[in-house]
């Protein structure tokens, strides 16, 4: 009884001793550079604005944003070339500016060969505007709750919603809109996730060449009935605020969508880094690289908020 | 590498010196069963097929000496040995078979299905060998009366209680505990057969109490806690010559907890899975062994559940009291009919049908700060599948197993009906040659949903509806048998299987299963493998050996992941398993098994940018599963003494060392920034487990 005492106790004790844990190191199976398209039409107003960016296989050292010759490059809308602006100071030959038409059901497809490196291509179709409302539900110091509605029969694709309190006065932090300015608030869900930040900091305003632009994607499945609610909160406090609130509806193409999940799932990593990572983390449309060429169409309302209770 | 060496050394070593004892044993025993593959006779209505394909049955003298983990030999750690079957996870109890996903195997216990069948995280499966006559496991071939699964049946029958006297075993193991006793309730007529099995590592915690450090050590200790158990049952009862009706019974579960401390906020994290099942069939003779029937009606029934009690710290100031119940509930209930006539000459013929109700019933309740959202959905199915079969001798020179499945599926006004023909034929080109070949078309109605990159028991099971459809697969075998001698056989098998709707999920990750985004959140996709299976296997009465080699790819595409085609996070490219049974004599005998296949895959970022002129990096991921984790490869060693003792009773004491070269396979992995570089690195976790097994039997 004692020897099997011992035994069990030595073994308990060793295999508890051998716990621990070892690292392996594990090459890239990505050898060779590759480009990535950041290509959304119809996220700004005016014109559209892409990147194209030379990728290394990580391990290596990163190379400078410039260092590609470009060999050819197109984009064609229902198959007629769109010019493309290349010479944009010294942000060339990363950022490039073209004027997308803004119809829906628009094919937009572009390729881009750079010098040593493979070809690349993708394709959109620009997506219908959408048709919605908002009401006011209630509003206070705190928060301001607010319902948005999609009719029935238009409620198809996928969306993201902005929201805006207007200003007075110009800052880093507004955009023009109807010749007047706008401060970007916060959107929360009533539900966990049903809506989720995304931040698409690779989009360049054309002016700010480096202004982040994050979008609050509605989950496809919190828009079933049509119908959501959300609060927005004040992301800047200031005396110069105006009672009316500008909210931007965007329907995206499903590539849009699946980009923006996934860049979300990649920035927002809840399994805590280990390989349990769903495997939508990875998406891409752009054949033979990295990155995205999607599209969206928006619709706005501006909304006049009830006195403060 | 130098693991690598010493792993084959250790194995030629263990086989050598095993090798080395049987010329020196003057004691042959008569009984080591082998891996009857393709081979039959197990209960006259079962797996008679000569001419199947890609089946391997395991009988209840192999399974108790095949893989044992933890001191218990185990079904599914034995079927993940198999060539054509990726294991997933280390320790998990996962079965990818040919290409396929972990929730498209059909597991039946006596006849009625099981829903999950991992306990502890998948190191035991909820087989428990004690009471097993014998399994079959068919990764392709599959006739016409299996159905509603895409990749592979494994058929566990469930032994009836002795007739003639009362005799039974009890085991016990460093965590955990067995009981069996079968005898006969009325002699000669009614029989019983009962087992039931515990762990008991929720009691080690109470030796570790006294050593924690501080009061919050010692209620960390107290809320953590893991056990599971499962009761089998089966009652038979002779009702005259050629009569039979026998009930089944199953219960395990598994109830798992872990505590939380922040400060004095406490919050209790608690994961509880587990199935039941009974059935009530019943065997006639009709016209003697030419016609006969079976019969059953069943019930059986799957739940897990989440529950996070406590509090949500997203800063020092903003905390929240979070109540969280996540629960998936399926049950099913039905019955099969099975008639069996042999009255044509050269023909088997099986007539038979299926009738399921499916329910299911998914819930999760959430309370933030007092602020209540829940989702309760329920969905109500009824699968509706008839079958015919014929197998032809055409003389001794070939066979035909011919079959066709129809299969129905009504779910919330929604119809879906398929045909399956199944085909599998064999020719025996010489005495020592055959060749063989099968067709098969599968399709499966519910889906098990995940909203990560693995399989946890607590993942949910949904139903086929308008959006998502039923999940198909075809697979195509071809083969041949070469029977060199008596004791040495070579199989091949060449393979090719496409899968269709399949899904995947495309929302925000997270381990809690998406109920809310049931149809919204998962893309359909496709998929499709190919491979050869080789097997080699020797035997004589004191030795069987084996080996098994693996060379398959497996892919998915996925419009809504990637533009392409890419590769399963199972796609184990080369897979090799060396297995050894060796009997000393009548008091000692010991297994080995090595096993080494390439890396799982997963989905990390590969390339990096600069965002603007070398002041900000990104990276960013490239095909999705493109990363490949290190070749696995693990020994197990097993050693048996079995002593005979007085009145016909006996004991064996089992030793079994999991891997035994205590080579760290890797688990997971991420991504690091070092010294300026960026560089993927793997975990790995799991050591040499040592354990002892003591089993008495009278």
Redesign the interface.
Known sequence: MKTTHN??LS??A??LL?????????????TEA?M?LEFVSGHQNDSCFFSL????????E????SDYEIEHISLLANGEIIDIEEDLDFLSPIYYKCKVPNIASTKLELSFKAKGIDEISAHTTIPQKPEFDISILSYDEECCNCKLTIPAEKLFGHYALLAFFECNTLSSSCEEYDGRYWVRENIEA????SI?QVQT??FVNWKDH?KSKNYYVI???AL?TGEINFKLTHSVYGPDFLNNCLFKLYRMS?ETY?YF??L???Q????D???????????????NG??IMGSMASGEIIKTLPTRK | MNRTFISICLFSAVCTSAAAQRRDSSFVSPTVDTLKAAVVQTGRAKRSARSQTSLTVLDKTLLNKACFTLGSPDLLKTLQLMPGVASGSELMNGLYVRGGDGHDNLFLLDGIPLYQVGHLLGLFSTFNLDIIDDAGFYKGGFPARYGGRLSSVVDVSVRDGNYEKWKGQIAIGLIDGRLQIEGPIVKNKLSLNFSARRTWIDFLKILATPFAADEQSKRTIKGTGYNFYDINLKLTQKIQAGSKLSFSFYNGRDAGKMINLENIDETNFSLNWGNSLCGLKWEKDIIGDDLFLDTDIFYTKYNSDIIIDGFQHLDEENIFKVNEKNKGFNNDYGTTINLYCNLIRFNKIRLGGNYTHHYYNPFRDKTIDGINNSVNLKFNSEEVSIYAEDEVNIGSIASINAGLRYSSYYVEGQEYHYWEPRISARADVSDKLLLKASFSRTSQFSHQIASCNIDFPTNIWMPSTEKIKPMLATQYVAGLKWTMNLNLSVDIELWHKNLNYLYEYTGVNSFLPPINQWEQAFAEGKGRASGVDIGIEYKNNSIFATVYYTLSSSERFFPAIYYDWYADKNDNRHKLNLHCQYKFNRDFDMSASWIIHSGDRFSEASSIAWIYNGVYSTVVYGKPNLYKLPAYHRLDIGFNWHKQLRNKQSRTINLSIYNAYCHLNAVSAHIERKNNKIQAIAQGLIPIIPTVNYIYKF
């Open positions: 035994l069990l073994l308990t060793g295999f051998s716990s621990c844990e070892y690292h392996f190191k594990i090459s890239s199976p990505e590759k990535m960016r030379k990728l290394v296989p990580i391990g290596q990163p190379s400078m944003q009533m539900e966990g996730q989720f900091f690779r480096y989950d496809d499945s079933e499903d699946y999940n996934a979300y799932n990649a927002n990593n809840a399994l880094n280990f390989n349990f990572l769903p495997s939508n983390c990875a998406y891409t449309n752009v054949r990295a990155g």
